[in-house]
Protein backbone atom coordinates (compact mmCIF):
# COMPACT_ATOMS: atom_id res chain seq x y z
CA UNK A 1 0.00 0.00 0.00
CA UNK A 2 3.04 2.24 0.85
CA UNK A 3 4.75 1.97 -2.25
CA UNK A 4 1.07 2.19 -3.95
CA UNK A 5 0.65 6.27 -2.71
CA UNK A 6 4.24 6.53 -3.16
CA UNK A 7 3.94 5.20 -7.20
CA UNK A 8 0.86 7.81 -7.07
CA UNK A 9 2.86 10.81 -5.61
CA UNK A 10 5.32 10.46 -8.25
CA UNK A 11 3.06 10.56 -11.32
CA UNK A 12 1.63 14.02 -9.52
CA UNK A 13 5.30 15.37 -9.72
CA UNK A 14 5.86 14.48 -13.18
CA UNK A 15 2.33 15.66 -14.28
CA UNK A 16 2.95 18.87 -12.35
CA UNK A 17 6.02 19.05 -13.68
CA UNK A 18 4.77 18.27 -17.59
CA UNK A 19 2.29 21.18 -16.63
CA UNK A 20 4.53 23.69 -15.90
CA UNK A 21 7.15 22.62 -18.52
CA UNK A 22 4.62 23.38 -20.95
CA UNK A 23 3.31 26.36 -19.37
CA UNK A 24 6.99 28.16 -19.24
CA UNK A 25 7.43 26.87 -23.10
CA UNK A 26 8.99 30.01 -25.16
CA UNK A 27 6.77 31.84 -27.65
CA UNK A 28 8.87 31.86 -30.60
CA UNK A 29 7.87 34.74 -32.75
CA UNK A 30 9.39 36.11 -35.60
CA UNK A 31 8.84 40.00 -35.98
CA UNK A 32 5.70 40.46 -38.14
CA UNK A 33 4.23 37.85 -35.54
CA UNK A 34 4.90 40.08 -32.54
CA UNK A 35 2.73 42.60 -34.87
CA UNK A 36 0.10 41.01 -35.56
CA UNK A 37 -0.22 39.99 -31.90
CA UNK A 38 0.09 43.48 -31.01
CA UNK A 39 -2.12 44.62 -33.46
CA UNK A 40 -5.03 42.41 -32.10
CA UNK A 41 -5.08 42.63 -28.57
CA UNK A 42 -4.31 46.11 -28.48
CA UNK A 43 -6.01 48.43 -25.68
CA UNK A 44 -5.10 51.50 -27.40
CA UNK A 45 -6.44 50.41 -30.90
CA UNK A 46 -9.89 49.38 -29.13
CA UNK A 47 -10.06 52.83 -27.80
CA UNK A 48 -10.18 54.74 -30.92
CA UNK A 49 -12.26 52.09 -32.63
CA UNK A 50 -14.67 52.92 -30.02
CA UNK A 51 -14.65 56.41 -30.31
CA UNK A 52 -14.97 55.82 -34.28
CA UNK A 53 -18.03 53.80 -33.63
CA UNK A 54 -19.33 57.10 -31.80
CA UNK A 55 -18.12 59.23 -34.67
CA UNK A 56 -20.35 57.11 -37.26
CA UNK A 57 -23.21 57.58 -34.87
CA UNK A 58 -22.60 61.55 -34.87
CA UNK A 59 -22.87 60.98 -38.68
CA UNK A 60 -26.33 59.07 -38.33
CA UNK A 61 -27.32 61.75 -35.82
CA UNK A 62 -26.63 64.61 -38.12
CA UNK A 63 -28.13 63.10 -41.25
CA UNK A 64 -31.46 62.52 -39.09
CA UNK A 65 -31.71 66.29 -38.97
CA UNK A 66 -33.45 67.05 -41.95
CA UNK A 67 -35.57 63.91 -41.64
CA UNK A 68 -39.34 64.00 -40.63
CA UNK A 69 -40.04 64.25 -36.45
CA UNK A 70 -43.07 61.99 -35.57
CA UNK A 71 -44.38 62.03 -31.69
CA UNK A 72 -47.27 61.58 -29.99
CA UNK A 73 -48.35 63.22 -26.64
CA UNK A 74 -51.13 62.92 -23.84
CA UNK A 75 -52.29 64.71 -21.26
CA UNK A 76 -55.07 64.51 -17.83
CA UNK A 77 -56.09 67.09 -16.28
CA UNK A 78 -58.98 67.93 -13.59
CA UNK A 79 -60.40 71.57 -13.24
CA UNK A 80 -62.96 73.03 -11.29
CA UNK A 81 -66.51 72.58 -11.13
CA UNK A 82 -67.81 75.48 -13.82
CA UNK A 83 -71.40 76.89 -14.03
CA UNK A 84 -72.83 75.86 -17.81
CA UNK A 85 -73.17 78.13 -19.91
CA UNK A 86 -76.92 77.45 -22.49
CA UNK A 87 -78.51 79.06 -25.18
CA UNK A 88 -82.29 78.17 -25.38
CA UNK A 89 -83.24 77.25 -28.69
CA UNK A 90 -86.71 78.12 -30.30
CA UNK A 91 -88.11 74.83 -30.18
CA UNK A 92 -87.88 75.45 -26.32
CA UNK A 93 -84.81 72.78 -25.70
CA UNK A 94 -81.27 74.61 -24.32
CA UNK A 95 -77.98 74.18 -26.30
CA UNK A 96 -75.08 73.54 -24.16
CA UNK A 97 -72.21 75.93 -24.92
CA UNK A 98 -69.94 75.21 -22.33
CA UNK A 99 -70.45 72.54 -20.42
CA UNK A 100 -69.01 71.78 -17.04
CA UNK A 101 -66.27 68.61 -17.94
CA UNK A 102 -63.76 68.78 -15.15
CA UNK A 103 -61.61 65.95 -16.88
CA UNK A 104 -59.74 66.91 -19.47
CA UNK A 105 -58.45 63.94 -21.28
CA UNK A 106 -56.07 65.08 -24.54
CA UNK A 107 -54.11 63.25 -26.84
CA UNK A 108 -51.92 64.23 -29.99
CA UNK A 109 -49.55 62.71 -32.76
CA UNK A 110 -47.59 65.26 -34.04
CA UNK A 111 -44.89 65.52 -36.65
CA UNK A 112 -42.39 67.89 -37.90
CA UNK A 113 -39.97 68.13 -40.76
CA UNK A 114 -37.30 70.66 -42.01
CA UNK A 115 -37.74 71.18 -45.41
CA UNK A 116 -34.86 74.36 -45.73
CA UNK A 117 -32.55 74.92 -43.81
CA UNK A 118 -30.30 76.73 -45.60
CA UNK A 119 -27.80 74.07 -46.14
CA UNK A 120 -27.24 74.35 -42.19
CA UNK A 121 -27.86 70.59 -41.52
CA UNK A 122 -26.12 69.20 -44.92
CA UNK A 123 -23.26 71.34 -43.74
CA UNK A 124 -22.96 69.48 -40.05
CA UNK A 125 -23.49 66.15 -41.39
CA UNK A 126 -20.48 66.77 -43.82
CA UNK A 127 -18.49 68.20 -40.49
CA UNK A 128 -19.89 64.83 -38.41
CA UNK A 129 -18.45 62.60 -41.54
CA UNK A 130 -15.13 64.59 -41.94
CA UNK A 131 -14.60 64.04 -38.01
CA UNK A 132 -15.61 60.26 -38.36
CA UNK A 133 -12.59 59.98 -41.42
CA UNK A 134 -10.27 61.64 -39.41
CA UNK A 135 -10.85 59.24 -36.53
CA UNK A 136 -10.92 56.20 -38.87
CA UNK A 137 -7.17 57.84 -39.79
CA UNK A 138 -5.85 58.00 -36.53
CA UNK A 139 -7.04 54.36 -35.90
CA UNK A 140 -4.01 53.67 -38.70
CA UNK A 141 -1.89 56.70 -36.72
CA UNK A 142 -1.63 53.92 -33.51
CA UNK A 143 -1.65 50.98 -35.48
CA UNK A 144 1.67 53.08 -37.46
CA UNK A 145 3.08 53.73 -33.75
CA UNK A 146 2.20 50.51 -31.87
CA UNK A 147 4.44 48.44 -35.18
CA UNK A 148 7.22 51.00 -34.42
CA UNK A 149 6.87 50.48 -30.45
CA UNK A 150 6.83 46.40 -30.87
CA UNK A 151 9.51 46.82 -33.27
CA UNK A 152 11.68 48.49 -31.16
CA UNK A 153 10.37 46.03 -28.02
CA UNK A 154 11.52 43.11 -30.55
CA UNK A 155 14.70 43.87 -31.56
CA UNK A 156 15.82 45.38 -27.69
CA UNK A 157 14.88 41.77 -26.65
CA UNK A 158 17.22 40.52 -29.52
CA UNK A 159 20.16 43.01 -28.70
CA UNK A 160 19.93 42.34 -24.94
CA UNK A 161 19.85 38.39 -25.67
CA UNK A 162 22.93 38.36 -28.15
CA UNK A 163 24.84 41.00 -25.68
CA UNK A 164 24.08 38.08 -22.82
CA UNK A 165 25.70 34.97 -25.60
CA UNK A 166 28.02 37.32 -26.33
CA UNK A 167 29.17 37.63 -23.02
CA UNK A 168 28.41 33.82 -21.80
CA UNK A 169 31.10 32.91 -24.70
CA UNK A 170 33.85 35.24 -23.14
CA UNK A 171 32.97 33.79 -20.07
CA UNK A 172 33.86 30.29 -21.00
CA UNK A 173 36.93 31.70 -22.95
CA UNK A 174 38.34 33.63 -19.78
CA UNK A 175 37.39 30.48 -17.29
CA UNK A 176 39.58 28.20 -19.59
CA UNK A 177 42.27 30.95 -19.54
CA UNK A 178 42.24 31.10 -15.85
CA UNK A 179 42.24 27.49 -15.60
CA UNK A 180 45.24 27.40 -17.95
CA UNK A 181 46.71 30.04 -15.89
CA UNK A 182 46.03 28.03 -12.40
CA UNK A 183 47.85 25.42 -13.44
CA UNK A 184 51.42 27.72 -15.00
CA UNK A 185 51.03 29.37 -11.63
CA UNK A 186 51.17 25.81 -9.83
CA UNK A 187 53.99 24.94 -11.63
CA UNK A 188 56.18 28.20 -11.23
CA UNK A 189 55.79 29.44 -14.80
CA UNK A 190 53.82 32.67 -14.36
CA UNK A 191 53.82 35.13 -11.10
CA UNK A 192 50.62 34.98 -8.99
CA UNK A 193 49.66 38.74 -10.40
CA UNK A 194 48.74 36.95 -13.70
CA UNK A 195 46.10 34.56 -12.10
CA UNK A 196 44.84 37.59 -10.04
CA UNK A 197 44.62 39.66 -13.39
CA UNK A 198 42.36 36.90 -15.26
CA UNK A 199 40.03 36.71 -12.03
CA UNK A 200 39.53 40.12 -11.86
CA UNK A 201 38.57 40.05 -15.33
CA UNK A 202 35.94 36.94 -15.10
CA UNK A 203 34.23 39.11 -12.14
CA UNK A 204 33.76 42.28 -14.47
CA UNK A 205 32.42 39.80 -17.02
CA UNK A 206 30.05 38.30 -14.61
CA UNK A 207 28.96 41.75 -13.56
CA UNK A 208 28.52 42.72 -17.41
CA UNK A 209 26.43 39.24 -17.84
CA UNK A 210 24.30 39.87 -14.79
CA UNK A 211 23.21 43.30 -15.97
CA UNK A 212 23.08 42.17 -19.69
CA UNK A 213 19.93 39.10 -18.04
CA UNK A 214 18.66 41.83 -15.93
CA UNK A 215 18.29 43.90 -19.47
CA UNK A 216 17.06 41.11 -21.23
CA UNK A 217 14.12 40.46 -18.95
CA UNK A 218 12.98 43.57 -18.57
CA UNK A 219 12.81 44.19 -22.38
CA UNK A 220 10.92 40.60 -22.33
CA UNK A 221 8.38 41.85 -19.99
CA UNK A 222 8.04 45.28 -21.93
CA UNK A 223 7.57 43.32 -25.53
CA UNK A 224 5.15 40.83 -24.01
CA UNK A 225 2.72 44.05 -22.79
CA UNK A 226 2.79 45.31 -26.39
CA UNK A 227 1.37 41.53 -27.89
CA UNK A 228 -0.50 41.00 -25.18
CA UNK A 229 0.80 37.94 -23.72
CA UNK A 230 0.09 37.17 -20.19
CA UNK A 231 2.45 38.23 -17.36
CA UNK A 232 5.70 36.09 -17.25
CA UNK A 233 6.00 34.46 -20.72
CA UNK A 234 8.78 33.04 -22.13
CA UNK A 235 9.32 35.29 -25.65
CA UNK A 236 11.73 33.73 -28.06
CA UNK A 237 13.05 35.91 -30.69
CA UNK A 238 13.11 34.38 -34.00
CA UNK A 239 14.42 36.90 -36.82
CA UNK A 240 18.42 37.66 -36.02
CA UNK A 241 19.20 41.17 -35.65
CA UNK A 242 21.97 40.52 -38.31
CA UNK A 243 18.75 40.51 -41.43
CA UNK A 244 19.25 41.94 -44.71
CA UNK A 245 18.79 45.85 -44.30
CA UNK A 246 15.12 46.31 -46.32
CA UNK A 247 15.00 47.95 -49.66
CA UNK A 248 12.84 50.75 -50.32
CA UNK A 249 10.62 50.88 -53.48
CA UNK A 250 12.50 54.20 -53.93
CA UNK A 251 15.77 55.07 -53.46
CA UNK A 252 16.09 58.94 -53.99
CA UNK A 253 15.50 61.41 -51.42
CA UNK A 254 12.30 63.42 -52.87
CA UNK A 255 10.91 60.14 -54.02
CA UNK A 256 10.56 59.06 -50.53
CA UNK A 257 9.36 62.21 -49.21
CA UNK A 258 6.57 61.80 -51.23
CA UNK A 259 5.16 58.83 -50.75
CA UNK A 260 5.48 59.30 -46.91
CA UNK A 261 3.38 62.85 -47.70
CA UNK A 262 0.92 60.65 -49.21
CA UNK A 263 1.05 57.50 -46.61
CA UNK A 264 1.17 59.24 -43.14
CA UNK A 265 -2.28 58.68 -41.98
CA UNK A 266 -1.56 61.69 -39.64
CA UNK A 267 -2.28 64.10 -42.72
CA UNK A 268 -4.91 61.97 -43.91
CA UNK A 269 -6.63 62.88 -40.23
CA UNK A 270 -5.57 66.41 -40.39
CA UNK A 271 -6.78 67.22 -43.75
CA UNK A 272 -10.23 65.40 -42.61
CA UNK A 273 -10.02 67.59 -39.85
CA UNK A 274 -9.59 70.76 -42.40
CA UNK A 275 -12.65 69.92 -44.02
CA UNK A 276 -14.68 69.27 -40.72
CA UNK A 277 -13.97 72.88 -40.03
CA UNK A 278 -14.76 74.28 -43.32
CA UNK A 279 -18.37 72.82 -43.05
CA UNK A 280 -18.65 73.44 -39.16
CA UNK A 281 -17.68 77.32 -40.62
CA UNK A 282 -20.35 77.24 -43.08
CA UNK A 283 -23.07 75.93 -40.84
CA UNK A 284 -22.47 78.75 -38.53
CA UNK A 285 -22.62 81.37 -41.43
CA UNK A 286 -25.97 79.74 -41.96
CA UNK A 287 -27.44 80.83 -38.72
CA UNK A 288 -29.11 83.82 -39.61
CA UNK A 289 -30.75 82.72 -42.69
CA UNK A 290 -34.34 81.38 -43.03
CA UNK A 291 -35.46 78.06 -42.05
CA UNK A 292 -39.09 76.29 -43.09
CA UNK A 293 -40.74 73.55 -41.50
CA UNK A 294 -43.30 71.73 -42.28
CA UNK A 295 -45.87 70.81 -39.28
CA UNK A 296 -49.30 69.50 -38.42
CA UNK A 297 -50.45 66.90 -36.60
CA UNK A 298 -53.79 65.10 -35.01
CA UNK A 299 -55.80 65.51 -32.06
CA UNK A 300 -58.22 63.02 -30.43
CA UNK A 301 -59.43 64.42 -27.00
CA UNK A 302 -62.24 64.54 -24.47
CA UNK A 303 -63.34 67.23 -24.97
CA UNK A 304 -61.98 68.61 -27.86
CA UNK A 305 -60.67 72.31 -27.41
CA UNK A 306 -60.37 72.88 -30.87
CA UNK A 307 -64.45 71.81 -31.86
CA UNK A 308 -67.05 74.19 -30.67
CA UNK A 309 -69.29 73.67 -28.52
CA UNK A 310 -67.55 71.51 -25.98
CA UNK A 311 -68.93 68.30 -25.93
CA UNK A 312 -68.07 65.60 -22.79
CA UNK A 313 -67.15 63.11 -25.72
CA UNK A 314 -64.15 61.83 -27.99
CA UNK A 315 -63.15 64.05 -30.82
CA UNK A 316 -60.85 64.30 -33.71
CA UNK A 317 -58.79 67.45 -35.33
CA UNK A 318 -56.30 67.78 -37.15
CA UNK A 319 -54.21 70.61 -38.47
CA UNK A 320 -51.48 71.24 -41.43
CA UNK A 321 -49.06 74.14 -41.48
CA UNK A 322 -45.29 75.81 -42.91
CA UNK A 323 -43.34 77.38 -40.09
CA UNK A 324 -40.74 80.07 -41.02
CA UNK A 325 -37.46 80.83 -38.72
CA UNK A 326 -35.43 83.91 -39.50
CA UNK A 327 -33.08 85.41 -36.94
CA UNK A 328 -32.04 87.95 -39.02
CA UNK A 329 -30.57 90.13 -36.24
CA UNK A 330 -28.73 88.72 -33.27
CA UNK A 331 -26.66 91.85 -32.14
CA UNK A 332 -23.60 90.32 -33.71
CA UNK A 333 -23.64 86.88 -32.16
CA UNK A 334 -23.41 84.95 -35.25
CA UNK A 335 -20.89 87.14 -36.42
CA UNK A 336 -18.96 86.17 -33.67
CA UNK A 337 -19.37 82.58 -33.77
CA UNK A 338 -18.19 82.93 -37.82
CA UNK A 339 -15.07 84.68 -36.45
CA UNK A 340 -14.33 81.97 -34.00
CA UNK A 341 -15.32 78.97 -36.76
CA UNK A 342 -12.74 80.76 -39.33
CA UNK A 343 -9.94 80.87 -37.18
CA UNK A 344 -10.57 77.32 -36.37
CA UNK A 345 -10.12 76.40 -39.93
CA UNK A 346 -7.10 78.48 -40.18
CA UNK A 347 -5.74 76.83 -37.31
CA UNK A 348 -6.39 73.46 -39.12
CA UNK A 349 -4.74 74.38 -42.12
CA UNK A 350 -1.39 75.75 -40.33
CA UNK A 351 -0.91 72.75 -38.28
CA UNK A 352 -1.65 70.48 -41.67
CA UNK A 353 1.13 72.79 -43.41
CA UNK A 354 3.28 72.47 -40.09
CA UNK A 355 3.30 68.27 -40.10
CA UNK A 356 3.82 68.03 -43.75
CA UNK A 357 7.30 70.19 -43.21
CA UNK A 358 7.45 68.04 -40.23
CA UNK A 359 7.29 64.59 -42.14
CA UNK A 360 9.44 65.94 -44.79
CA UNK A 361 12.45 66.93 -42.33
CA UNK A 362 11.87 63.59 -40.39
CA UNK A 363 12.42 61.61 -43.50
CA UNK A 364 15.54 62.79 -44.72
CA UNK A 365 16.56 62.43 -41.20
CA UNK A 366 15.42 58.97 -40.98
CA UNK A 367 17.48 58.29 -44.42
CA UNK A 368 20.62 59.59 -43.00
CA UNK A 369 20.51 57.61 -39.82
CA UNK A 370 19.55 54.69 -41.71
CA UNK A 371 22.49 54.80 -43.76
CA UNK A 372 24.95 56.12 -41.19
CA UNK A 373 23.99 53.16 -38.62
CA UNK A 374 24.61 50.41 -41.64
CA UNK A 375 27.62 51.93 -42.94
CA UNK A 376 28.58 51.82 -38.39
CA UNK A 377 27.30 48.28 -38.72
CA UNK A 378 30.22 46.84 -41.53
CA UNK A 379 32.56 48.89 -39.64
CA UNK A 380 31.83 46.99 -36.52
CA UNK A 381 31.95 44.32 -38.19
CA UNK A 382 35.29 44.79 -39.59
CA UNK A 383 36.66 45.64 -36.35
CA UNK A 384 35.08 42.26 -34.81
CA UNK A 385 37.15 40.26 -37.51
CA UNK A 386 40.61 42.49 -36.84
CA UNK A 387 39.81 41.62 -33.16
CA UNK A 388 39.25 37.50 -33.43
CA UNK A 389 42.29 37.38 -35.13
CA UNK A 390 44.51 39.70 -32.58
CA UNK A 391 43.00 37.45 -29.53
CA UNK A 392 44.09 34.22 -31.78
CA UNK A 393 47.46 35.72 -32.54
CA UNK A 394 47.70 36.41 -28.92
CA UNK A 395 46.78 33.57 -27.63
CA UNK A 396 48.82 31.15 -29.78
CA UNK A 397 52.31 33.68 -28.53
CA UNK A 398 51.07 32.96 -24.52
CA UNK A 399 50.49 29.58 -25.26
CA UNK A 400 53.82 29.68 -27.01
CA UNK A 401 55.33 31.55 -23.61
CA UNK A 402 56.36 34.65 -25.65
CA UNK A 403 53.29 37.26 -24.53
CA UNK A 404 51.58 37.43 -20.82
CA UNK A 405 48.73 36.86 -19.65
CA UNK A 406 48.11 40.80 -19.87
CA UNK A 407 48.85 40.93 -23.08
CA UNK A 408 46.03 38.18 -23.48
CA UNK A 409 43.48 40.09 -20.82
CA UNK A 410 43.68 43.00 -23.49
CA UNK A 411 43.30 41.26 -26.33
CA UNK A 412 40.41 39.43 -25.06
CA UNK A 413 38.94 42.75 -23.39
CA UNK A 414 39.19 43.96 -27.08
CA UNK A 415 37.18 41.07 -28.73
CA UNK A 416 34.31 41.50 -25.79
CA UNK A 417 34.15 45.47 -26.55
CA UNK A 418 34.37 45.26 -30.33
CA UNK A 419 31.47 42.25 -30.28
CA UNK A 420 29.43 44.29 -27.83
CA UNK A 421 29.89 47.34 -29.80
CA UNK A 422 29.04 45.27 -32.89
CA UNK A 423 25.62 44.03 -31.39
CA UNK A 424 25.05 47.64 -30.58
CA UNK A 425 25.47 48.88 -33.86
CA UNK A 426 23.09 46.05 -35.11
CA UNK A 427 20.40 46.93 -33.12
CA UNK A 428 20.71 50.55 -33.66
CA UNK A 429 20.55 49.47 -37.50
CA UNK A 430 17.57 47.42 -37.03
CA UNK A 431 15.88 50.70 -34.87
CA UNK A 432 16.98 53.34 -37.51
CA UNK A 433 15.52 50.89 -39.99
CA UNK A 434 12.07 50.89 -37.44
CA UNK A 435 11.87 54.78 -37.66
CA UNK A 436 12.41 55.19 -41.38
CA UNK A 437 9.78 53.03 -41.90
CA UNK A 438 7.53 54.67 -39.47
CA UNK A 439 8.47 58.03 -41.00
CA UNK A 440 7.21 56.21 -44.68
CA UNK A 441 3.83 55.62 -43.22
CA UNK A 442 4.12 52.64 -40.79
CA UNK A 443 2.72 50.04 -43.53
CA UNK A 444 5.66 48.41 -45.07
Known sequence: MKSHCTAIVLLGLLGAGSVASAQSSPIGLTL????????????????????????????????????????????????????????????????????????????????????????????????????????????EVARADLRFEIS????????????????????ERI??????????????LIPPNEVSTLEAQRARERAQRLEADNLHRSSIVELARLIGAPPGSAIEPTDSIAQPTPVFRHSN???????????????????????????????????????????????????????????????ESWDVGVNVNWAFLDFGRTKAQRVEAAAMTKAARERLADVEAVISADVRQRLMDRDSAHAIAEAADAAVKSAIEARRVVAERFGAGVATSTDLIVAQVAQLETELARTRALANLRLAEARLERSMGGSR
Open 32 to 139: ADAITRGLENSHRLAEIKAREEGAKAAVEVAAAADRPLVGASASYSRTNHVTEFAVPQPNGSRLVVYPDIPDNLLSRVSFQWPIFTSGRTDALERAAAAEAAAVGSEI
Open 152 to 171: RAYWAVVTAREAVRVLDVSS
Open 175 to 188: DAQLKDAQQRFAVG
Open 253 to 315: ESSMVEEALSHRPELKALASRVNGAEFRERAVSSATKPTISLIGGVDYARPNPRIFPRKGEWQ
